[in-house]
């Protein structure tokens, strides 16, 4: 990345919120150490996404500073810039599929070194202390304020928080990861969060040898779950909207791939799965996913849509069925995940964007046109 902060002193003050459409140029470092950088901001609910400047922080004691190289483009960022969760914080910078180089470290840092290959997920803090904190479940937090998200969120220095879409970020040491060297940033980018988010609910629900797991939908999650759950060993199903994506699915490690829109799918295959993880984004019949669990299997769902979900009572009684949900994964398990990945070569599959195209990507994965990932080349930003 060549647009790492200059020495130049800005006359400016000690604000570290983001201003779009700042005039301040990116590439400068105020007097306090927060420095300008060049960003794609959505300056109101569901607006397209413009170029601006923000601000970080100054260094503090135990954080650093990343360069960031890619930037993935996660379903979820389409959520927020379109407040379908609620209220969202604007400007708002998405991304939190962060993949970069420590360009510099804090006075107290210990785990990180300039040069060293990081990543950034979903959340940038958490308050430490709780029990799911101790535990390594940080994305569970139970603190105050809870997990603080890469973006759309507030942090300890109550100022919003800003994500990925950005020539550089500020972290606590504690909250990034290492990439391993065998994986490629760019293709290691959506291991963040679509990487994690399958993982977890994947091990956590004992996907392996002899378990027959269904992953519903094969946009950005649902590839990482059909190449995760292969990688354990599991049997696998791709249950895909319609028979497009057939190829890609065995190809990426699905043993079987059926249409959703057949409606034999849900005859023939009812009974069949110890686990399914739906990751679509939109509202799906869940009752009839129920169908497809055998005795005491689960239906996990990890995508979010915007309305609540609804099953009827019964098709979760007959054969003692669980439907439960799943979120990224805490810290450890993120690690995990990308040494897992790193030891099987398993990366995103990811189409390489200029940051001008964002929003043009967006429509895309909004008409389920992706394969499998957007990511965002940052020396575009
Ligand atoms: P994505 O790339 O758009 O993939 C979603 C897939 O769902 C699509 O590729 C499509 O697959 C299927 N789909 C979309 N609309 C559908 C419809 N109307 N009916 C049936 N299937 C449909 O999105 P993503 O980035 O993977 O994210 C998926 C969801 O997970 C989003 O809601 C996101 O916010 C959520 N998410 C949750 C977590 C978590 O921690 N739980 C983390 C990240 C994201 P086919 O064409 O193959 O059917
Ligand atoms: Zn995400």
Redesign the pocket.
């Known amino acids: 990345m060549t647009n790492t902060t200059t020495t130049t002193v800005a006359t400016s003050t000690t604000s570290t919120t983001a201003a779009a459409g700042a005039t301040a140029a990116a590439g400068t470092t105020s007097t306090t150490g927060a420095r300008t950088v060049a960003a794609y901001a959505a300056p109101a609910p569901k607006a397209p996404l413009e170029k601006t400047v923000i601000t970080r922080r100054a260094l503090g004691e135990h954080d650093i500073l990343i360069d960031v190289r890619y930037a993935g483009i996660?379903?979820?960022d389409i959520?927020q810039v379109g407040e379908d969760w609620g209220d969202g914080i604007f400007p708002m910078v998405p991304g939190h599929e962060i993949a970069g180089v420590v360009a510099e470290t804090g006075p107290g840092v210990t785990r990180w070194a300039v040069g060293d290959r990081v990543g950034v997920g979903c959340f940038v803090d958490s308050c430490r202390e709780c029990d799911n904190c101790r535990a390594g479940l940080q994305n569970y937090c139970t603190g105050t304020p809870g997990a603080v998200f890469t973006y759309n969120g507030v942090g300890r220095d109550g100022e919003p928080t800003y994500g990925g879409y950005s020539a550089q970020l500020v972290v606590d040491e504690g909250y990034a990861l290492r990439i391993p060297d065998e994986l490629e940033l760019d293709v290691a980018a959506p291991l963040l969060?679509?990487g994690i988010?399958l993982y977890s609910p994947l091990t956590h629900w004992g996907a392996g040898p002899g378990k027959k797991v269904a992953i519903v939908?094969?946009?950005?999650?649902?590839h990482m779950g059909v190449k995760i759950a292969r990688a354990k060993g599991a049997e696998v199903t791709v249950l895909?909207?319609s028979l497009r994506?057939r190829e890609d699915g065995l190809r990426l490690g699905g043993h079987h791939y059926r249409a959703t829109s057949d409606p034999a799918t849900f005859t023939e295959l009812a009974g069949t799965f110890d686990l399914i993880v739906n990751?679509?984004?939109?509202d799906?019949d869940l009752s009839a996913y129920l169908g497809l669990l055998k005795t005491d299997g689960t239906l996990v769902q990890?995508?979010?849509?915007e309305k609540p979900v609804s099953v009827n009572a019964h098709a979760l009684l007959t054969g003692r069925k669980s439907l439960a949900g799943?979120?990224?994964g805490g810290l450890p398990e993120t690690q995990e995940m990308l040494d897992f990945c790193a030891a099987h070569g398993i990366g995103a599959e990811i189409e390489l964007i200029s940051a001008d195209r964002i929003n043009e990507a967006y429509e895309r994965?909004l008409a389920?046109d992706?394969r499998y990932r957007f990511v965002i080349d940052a020396s575009t930003i």
Do not use: D, E, N, Y
């Not at 990890?302 to 849509?305: D, E």
């Open positions: 996660c379903h979820s959520h969060c679509a988010t939908g094969l946009g950005g999650l649902g895909s909207q994506k990751t679509v984004s939109a799906l990890v995508g979010a849509p799943s979120m990224i994965v389920s992706v």
